[in-house]
């Protein structure tokens, strides 16, 4: 059962939104009226905030049950959709179920039964095999970046998931792909297309840095020195490259972080609390970051391996730019490495020898209580500002969750704010805080 159901004035006002874009205003007309949807839109459009908007309308109040299904392609997708319901105060209970975390956490969660689930194919099927949340009420069923989906090998358990949803009768796809094939299994029949692929005018400058050595490490390295200090992704095709970059980026004392798909799912999220605060200014990370995440604006991306898909070249190119932004994207190429066809830019870059410090102001700081302890970010504020003694401009951004948060505090000033903030009350709960 919802509380204090909002309006979409109030929801968007909650959200810092002022007025939705032509994309969005076209997506409410359309899901509210069309029983089938398709959303094609770049990355960082807002497609989340398009599709949520008229769902979370159409959910009856009244209602005990799960209402409304959204499937994505990775775990930190479903984590980032629940933390936006979140900071919407719909009213609506949501809670995201994935693998890489123990199937009684889920349980735990889902004992309040939620009206929205977001969640990866493999363990909403597990869910619904094991009967652990009602299935009669749900209508409405998003596939969210459903290409990605399809590509990570999600297919039959989407397929096994749709089968026993027999009342939906309103399913919205998403994707940032153009062209992409609509599955039989999927239900969508003369849908309404919202194609928003072919209008962004990009401000996205593609440029190609050319390296002497094969391993191209040290032109890497010159790379950053000449980009300065700014926010980025350095794209690599497999984790043991990302390993090996990482190794070469902490000989050279550029702080950084790793993302890929073999990494805990705490490390992952850990990684991308750190990138976001600005503690790490640079993440190395495979495609698996090249879409559906929750990252700030990035000045650059540099393509360490080339990808081996247009598709790829896109999504990767896509977290910069965004939004009518500016952003480079760099293509590092060993000199006698042939250039794929999709990727035609003449701009060559020259790089200078020169040693820039390439560091961050902040770090994150660990709190071991959430919001399951009625701890809110006012309550974090005041622990930090009146104990650990910040001034205003020295609060980074705070990230709560259930049961821990995450502080950013100037680097040189943590050491100190640990000893005065460590062992305080907060509410009713003596914290723990410690150095991420």
């Known amino acids: ?13 909650k959200l810092g939104i002022t007025a939705l ?16 949807t398709v959303l094609l839109s770049p990355t960082g459009t807002g497609k989340t905030v398009a599709f949520l908007l008229p769902t979370l309308q159409a ?12 499937l994505v392609p990775s775990r930190e997708l479903a984590i980032q959709i629940e933390q936006v319901i979140r900071e919407m105060g ?13 199937f009684s956490k889920d349980k735990e969660a889902l004992l309040h039964t939620p009206a929205i689930l977001i969640g990866t194919p493999g363990r909403v099927a597990d869910h619904i095999r094991r009967e652990t949340f009602v299935v009669k009420d749900i209508t409405t069923l998003v596939l969210d970046e459903f290409d990605k989906s399809l590509e990570t090998g999600f297919e039959s358990e989407m397929r096994e998931i749709i089968e026993n949803l027999p009342k939906v009768d309103k399913r919205i796809l998403t994707s940032a792909t153009q062209g992409v094939e609509i599955p039989q299994f999927t239900g969508v029949h003369n849908a309404l297309v919202i194609d928003y692929l072919g209008t962004q005018k990009s401000n996205l400058q593609i440029k190609k840095v050319l390296a002497p050595q094969k391993d191209k490490l040290q032109t890497l390295v010159a790379l950053l020195y000449h980009i300065g200090n700014q926010p980025g992704i350095i794209f690599c095709n497999f984790k043991d490259t990302i390993q090996f970059v990482s190794d070469y980026l902490e000989d050279h004392n550029i702080p950084h972080g790793v993302f890929y798909g073999g990494l805990e799912q705490l490390e992952r999220e850990r990684a991308l609390i750190k990138f976001r605060n600005g503690t790490h200014q640079i993440i190395i990370a495979t495609d698996l970051a090249a879409r559906g995440l929750d990252i700030p604006e990035l000045n650059f991306i540099i393509h360490y ?20 932004a500016q952003g480079t994207a760099y293509v590092l190429q060993w000199e006698q490495e042939p250039t794929p066809e999709f990727i035609t830019t003449t701009e060559i870059v020259k790089l200078e020898d020169k040693q820039t410090a390439i560091r961050s102001q902040w770090a994150t700081l660990f709190v071991s209580g959430g919001r399951k302890d009625k701890i809110s970010k ?29 502080v950013a505090v100037p680097k040189e000033k943590a050491k100190a704010v640990i000893e005065k903030t460590n062992n305080m009350r907060l509410k009713k709960k003596k914290v723990r805080v410690t150095l991420l």
């Open 378 to 406: 006012g309550d974090l504020a005041g622990l930090f500002f009146k104990q650990g003694k910040l001034k205003g401009d020295e609060l980074g951004v705070i990230e709560l969750k259930q049961d821990c948060a995450f």
């Open 59 to 70: 959910l009856d109040i009244h209602c005990d049950n799960v209402q409304l299904v959204i």
């Open 1 to 13: 059962m919802a509380n204090e159901i909002k309006s979409q004035k109030e929801i968007l006002a």
């Open 90 to 102: 719909s009213g609506f209970k949501a809670n995201a179920v994935y693998g890489g975390r123990p």
């Open 21 to 36: 874009n032509p994309m969005q205003e076209e997506a409410l007309l359309a899901i509210a009226s069309a029983p089938n």
């Open 305 to 324: 391996q080339l990808p081996l898909k247009a598709e790829e070249f896109t999504h990767r190119n896509g977290r910069t730019a965004r939004m009518n």
